[in-house]
């Protein structure tokens, strides 16, 4: 148990640390609202945020380590936001297809569309999830995206989908929102892309499941 006397003193370290990392993340989301994603480098970040260079290298080793700390921080917040929401489906009784739309429609705003200064974040972020210091995040985000689509096959009064069907469903929802938002696409604010999503995951979730032997599961 600690003494009272050390607790104090421990509490304004911390408070002060998450306090420079929030200057950070704020200088970064200033900078690319400002000048581009060009114009991110840690020089910058650094003097946006009132710390000096050697303070910022105290907490982040480069800029891409600063993006993906904002980047795991963004995906906890929207898995737990995706968890709400389904939470609240189940409470209030939604349709399935609402609660498929629903779904798409909040992870299509979350991860690409928006003001423009969030989306150039939102680009900068999807350039960095297939290095190797990524994929550990990606594999995770990947994996809590599949638990939220095997919560809605109950809903469409199928089984859980298949491994394989949900390796295949997330990598292609999440591929999809990444190719829009690093192409710059339309249609990321389109109810047409919207509707395809919820397409794509209406089919996997109704479709029936086949047993390595060809037999249609029940």
């Known amino acids: 148990m600690p ?5 104090p003193r421990r509490r304004p370290r911390q408070e002060r640390s998450q306090f420079t990392v929030d200057a ?7 900078i690319v609202a400002g000048h581009g994603e060009h114009g991110l480098t840690t020089n910058r970040i650094a003097e946006v945020a ?5 303070s910022l290298y105290q907490y982040f080793p480069s800029k891409d380590a600063i993006l ?3 980047l795991d921080q963004h995906c906890e917040r929207v898995m737990l936001e995706l968890d709400a929401l389904l939470a609240q489906a189940c ?11 629903r779904y798409v429609r909040h992870y299509l705003a979350s991860f690409g569309a928006g003001p423009e200064n969030e989306r150039a974040l939102a680009r900068l972020s999807w350039q960095l999830d297939y290095r190797a210091s990524m994929l550990v995040a990606v594999r995770g985000a990947s994996e809590r995206l599949a638990l939220h ?5 109950p809903a469409q009064g199928q089984p859980p989908p298949t491994p394989a069907q949900l390796f295949v469903l997330t990598r292609a929802f999440m591929g999809t929102v990444r190719a829009a938002s690093l192409e710059r696409s339309p249609l990321l604010d389109s109810p047409e892309l919207e509707e395809a999503l919820v397409q794509l995951c209406q089919a996997v979730l109704n479709n029936p499941r086949v047993t390595p032997e060809g037999d249609t599961a029940i």
């Open 3 to 7: 003494s009272t006397a050390s607790s």
């Open 24 to 30: 950070i993340f704020q200088a970064v989301a200033q």
């Open 50 to 54: 009132g710390v000096s260079v050697g």
């Open 68 to 70: 993906q700390a904002m």
């Open 91 to 101: 409470a209030q009784d939604w349709p399935p297809e609402e609660q498929v739309r």
């Open 149 to 153: 689509l095997q919560r809605l096959a």
